[in-house]
């Protein structure tokens, strides 16, 4: 998926630290000058957590998504956070934090002046990192650990094939990752719906063997519309758990995008 991802332009920058540990970092993927907006347009600017049950993966595994979004025109951040063993909960959930600050000071800082961002940002994760991304948008209280107010640095957020309503949980990978079965308190997605403050789009799989979508992303759009809050839903044909996010690489042009839905709901915010 990334060799074949080389045919989306993108300007890299590599490694920008979030922090002290080895994987507190951040690649950013710049749209080439062809690709970038007038310059009285502001650039859209995603950030976007991957999954792997919070025990596995890597920034590097993600240039496909990277790629494919900054060339659209995006500024794009994929980054690494802590895994278990070597950390659990809530410790994954300070890195997104510490990396969406990270990004808020890069674009507003005037490093990328040339590229106009906008000042807020679109969270996207996938899987776990969906988990991630849901906690940063819903929850106060991570990005307030980095003196943050969602409504400064948020403009909405996308869940794809994510676990919102966690316990008890079922996969024998993930449970010590939440100290099953002493689940710790308000570490459940779906419990701060209500406490929304941006615009939200869930993207689901047809077939999810892993998280299933009506326990999940449909339980959540529910509890964000009877709270009146912006949600959207869409099903992507042909989709499983793992080819969903695929589908932003062309090896997988014979399935549903999700890359188009993300597009056309960052054009929304915009």
């Known amino acids: 998926m990334n060799g074949i991802s080389n045919v989306y332009n993108a300007d890299l920058r590599k490694d920008i630290a979030y922090g002290e540990h080895e994987r507190h970092k951040l690649d950013l993927y710049l749209p080439e000058k062809k690709e970038r907006r007038p310059p009285e347009e502001k650039t859209p600017v995603i950030l976007f957590f991957y999954g792997g049950s919070w025990n596995s993966g890597s920034r590097s595994d993600y240039r496909f998504v990277g ?33 969406v600050r990270k990004l808020s000071e890069i674009i507003r800082s005037g490093d990328l002046q040339e590229y106009n961002p906008d000042p807020r940002m679109t969270l996207v994760g996938h899987s776990a990192g969906a988990y991630n991304a849901a906690m940063m948008a819903l929850d106060k209280t991570w990005l307030g650990r980095e003196n943050l107010d969602r409504s400064d ?118």
């Open 67 to 99: 790629r494919r979004l900054a060339s659209e025109g995006y500024i794009v951040a994929v980054a690494d956070y802590r895994l278990y063993p070597e950390v659990r909960y809530p410790e994954f959930l300070y890195d997104s934090a510490g990396a």
């Open 153 to 270: 640095v948020l403009n909405g957020w996308v869940g794809i094939a994510g676990p919102y309503d966690l316990y008890p949980i079922k996969i024998e990978e993930v449970r010590p990752v939440f100290f099953h079965p002493d689940y710790p308190p308000d570490s459940n997605p779906i419990e701060f719906a209500s406490e929304a403050v941006v615009p939200a789009l869930l993207l689901v799989p047809e077939n999810d063997d892993l998280v299933d979508p009506q326990r999940n992303s449909f339980a959540m759009a529910d509890k964000l519309q009877e709270a009146g809050k912006d949600v959207a839903i869409q099903q992507l044909e042909g989709t499983s758990h793992v080819t969903i996010i695929g589908t932003m690489s062309p090896l997988l042009f014979f399935k549903a995008s999700s890359a188009e839905p993300v597009i056309e709901f960052v054009e929304t915010l915009r």
